[in-house]
């Protein structure tokens, strides 16, 4: 049974930081794409940040320079390190492991965990 378990959301302050979590179970953690995902009210889901297996990552551009993703294999356990924070930063956040089989995506995703930026 696979699971993804997001945590370390809550309300933080325009210019505050938080570190997200997500802890996975039931699949080969290392070998899996892992990524980051939100959305806001409204508003489609979009991607944030990914890992690949290799360390390579990627970013939208609305977060760059502002939001770190890694990933601690051992630990089976990817991050989301967002610096700065903007109101606009808010939304659910939730987090996806992919892997390419025979050709066809397979991705699991979490349940999501709440980021709010308010004064």
């Known amino acids: 049974q696979v699971q993804l378990v997001e945590s370390g959301g809550g309300l933080v302050q325009p210019g505050g930081s938080l570190r997200l979590s997500c802890a996975a179970s039931?699949?080969?953690?290392?070998?899996?794409?892992m990524a980051w995902y939100r959305q806001a009210p409204g508003k489609e889901r979009e991607l944030v940040a990914s890992i690949t297996s290799g360390g390579t990552t990627n970013y939208a551009d609305s977060v760059k320079g502002r939001f770190t993703i890694s990933r601690d294999n051992a630990k089976r356990v990817v991050y989301l390190q967002m610096n700065s924070l903007k109101s606009e930063d808010t939304a659910v956040y939730y987090c996806?492991?992919?892997?390419?089989?025979?050709?066809?995506?397979?991705?699991?995703w979490g349940q999501g965990t709440q980021v709010t930026v308010s004064s």
């Open positions: 039931g699949i080969s953690f290392s070998i899996y794409t």
């Open positions: 996806k492991a992919d892997r390419i089989v025979l050709g066809a995506v397979l991705g699991y």
